[in-house]
């Protein structure tokens, strides 16, 4: 009965979107979706959790553990020496008042595109916002649109050449290197960010004087460190940024493999800043360790998505969304975008497609690079709806309200990233 089977696949994705808002371990009921279909399509439970769930759960974690251990260690070198936060201070004291909240959507991006993880970002940050919104006057319920909009843009899916995952995913798949299309994905980061930019600043401007814009009404979670401390054991900015700028230069530059850049990284950082560490073998156990539940979540997400490709439906579901009523490159963004909000995960999202449909997108007879930056770009947009689990940590910390600051978020990190689609689009066919 094919119905039942559709129906199976329909409650499958139900079932990861009830886990993604209601915050419960996707690594727990990633399983329970696999058994759904298992179920509801004929297959036999036992083989298909032994058998092609946890091939794909251990395909993927063969694949990038490495990349996201190495990429976790290297976050956690910057922020237990101080180095994130030297950058960050130094950045923001150049730009004064004016430009600091400019500054900080920079540096934000600046971080991430060098690798590191978004989650030691979010408490890098922390401390600058509270320094630059009182500063500059900013309403504090524009503190989740700014962090999101720094992290999960522009430096994440559309600048060439970053370090993060989803710029990562799509070269095993395609044969397609970090800097693919980089006239087209610097079109897309130049128009997220004038555009992204100005909305906040009108945002402020709007909201300035209103009662709920002062940052002493809400309750901020996380400890502000100590500058004084930090300002005396934390590297330099120039030694700050070395490790970073080799990694990019040795990967992106010199194409060596990003293994080996990151661990490159990761030893230049270990000896420059070897001096601002308290305990380099906790860094090293914190680093590696914070790297493992997120490869085990993306992991569960693509195990789900080989069961899905197993079941006698899967040829009815993947020709009903090819033929998705959208032509040309804007049909990659659509499918990518659509499976990114259901998992609430751009890099699962992003991996569920490829693994499904990568080879696919090749045959259509667009080149692998631009398959690979609108694919990036557009596991960026729906992924970031209000169960994804950055957007509920910026709220958990900001103490700000759903009901106040999740229409700015929106309009960040869901609008403006589809929307940015269009620019990159455009600028391809311009060459092409």
């Not at 976790?72 to 730009?95: C, E, H, K, M, P």
């Not at 991430?112 to 916002?129: E, H, R, S, T």
């Amino acid at each position: 009965m094919i119905w039942l089977g559709i129906l199976g696949v329909i409650a499958c994705f139900a079932v990861l979107i009830f886990a993604a808002y209601k915050k419960i371990s996707m690594v727990f009921m990633a399983p329970v979706a696999a058994i759904i279909i298992a179920v509801t399509n004929g297959l036999d439970v036992a083989e298909v959790l032994s058998g092609v769930y946890s091939e794909g759960m251990v395909g993927f974690i063969k694949a990038w553990f490495l990349v996201i251990a190495l990429g976790s260690l290297f976050g956690q070198l910057y922020n237990d020496s101080g180095a994130a936060w030297r950058i960050g201070d130094t950045l923001v004291s150049w730009a004064g008042p004016k430009w600091a909240l400019t500054m900080y959507i920079l540096l934000g991006g600046l971080l991430v595109y060098g690798g590191i993880n978004i989650i030691v970002v979010i408490f890098v940050l922390l401390p600058f916002a509270l320094v630059v919104f009182e500063k500059t006057g900013t309403p504090w319920y524009l503190y989740p649109a700014a962090t999101v909009f720094s992290l999960t843009t522009f430096s994440m899916t559309m600048l060439p050449g970053n370090l993060q995952l989803q710029n990562i995913i799509p070269t095993q798949t395609l044969g397609t290197s970090l800097m693919a299309a980089p006239v087209e994905g610097i079109a897309a980061a130049v128009f997220i960010f004038i555009v992204g930019t100005a909305y906040l600043m009108y945002e402020a401007n709007k909201g300035r004087d209103l009662p709920e814009a002062d940052i002493r009404n809400y309750e901020i979670q996380g400890n502000t460190p100590n500058y004084e401390e930090l300002d005396g054991t934390a590297p330099s900015f120039v030694v700050s940024l070395i490790p970073m700028v080799i990694t990019l230069v040795l990967i992106n530059i010199f194409q060596v493999n990003i293994i080996y850049g990151l661990i490159i990284g990761c030893v230049i950082a270990c000896v420059l800043f070897r001096n601002s560490i308290p305990d380099m073998w906790t860094t090293f156990s914190e680093g590696f360790n914070k790297g493992i539940y997120p490869t085990m979540i993306v992991a569960s997400v693509v195990g789900v998505g080989r069961v899905v490709g197993a079941t006698p439906v899967f040829e009815l579901l993947r020709t009903n969304i090819i033929n998705i009523p959208v032509s040309g490159i804007s049909k990659i963004a659509a499918m990518t975008t659509i499976v990114a909000g259901i998992t609430g995960s751009a890099s699962g999202g992003l991996t569920m497609v490829m693994e499904l449909f990568g080879q696919e997108f090749l045959t259509w007879g667009y080149s692998p690079e631009i398959v690979h930056r609108v694919a990036a770009i557009a596991s960026g947009g729906l992924d970031t709806l209000p169960w994804n689990g950055t957007v509920v940590m910026l709220f958990a910390l900001s103490g700000v309200e759903y009901r106040k600051g999740y229409k700015m978020v929106a309009v960040e990190s869901v609008i403006l990233p589809l929307l940015s689609l269009i620019p990159a689009i455009l600028v391809h066919y311009l060459l092409y």
